[in-house]
């Protein structure tokens, strides 16, 4: 079983930054996948940034080169920076785990936080 537990969501300017962090109990690095995703509302929730348990990183088109993941030594958590928000990264972000290499889908994971909300405005 592994739990999840995200901090760090809060209202910021576009172009401002915030810091996301998923800490964990359960999670093995090298053994579980790990990741944000992100619902926005009237939308699905969609993968941002993942860590899979190969040791592999991905991020979605719309983030990638602005947002950055990253683990603390004990690899018990997962934070996600988050800079040069703009209005279409408003929403609330879940951290999410699952067992094994997997895609970052939301589909794909089955355990996940209760979520961290970010707001942007103009």
């Known amino acids: 079983q592994v739990q999840l537990v995200e901090s760090g969501g809060g209202s910021v300017q576009a172009g401002g930054s915030l810091r996301l962090s998923c800490t964990t109990s359960?999670?093995?690095?090298?053994?579980?996948?790990i990741g944000w995703f992100r619902q926005s509302p009237g939308k699905e929730r969609a993968g941002v940034a993942c860590?899979?348990?190969?040791?592999?990183?991905f991020y979605s088109l719309s983030v990638k080169g602005r947002f950055t993941l990253s683990q603390n030594n004990d690899r018990n958590t997962l934070d996600l920076q988050v800079d040069w928000l703009n209005s279409d990264d408003a929403g609330t972000y879940y951290c999410?785990?699952?067992?094994?290499?997997?895609?970052?889908?939301?589909?794909?994971?089955?355990?996940w936080g209760r979520g961290t909300q970010v707001t942007v405005s103009s």
């Open positions: 860590l899979d348990s190969l040791g592999r990183t």
């Open positions: 359960g999670y093995i690095y090298g053994k579980h996948s």
């Open positions: 999410a785990a699952t067992w094994g290499p997997e895609p970052c889908d939301a589909a794909h994971f089955n355990y």
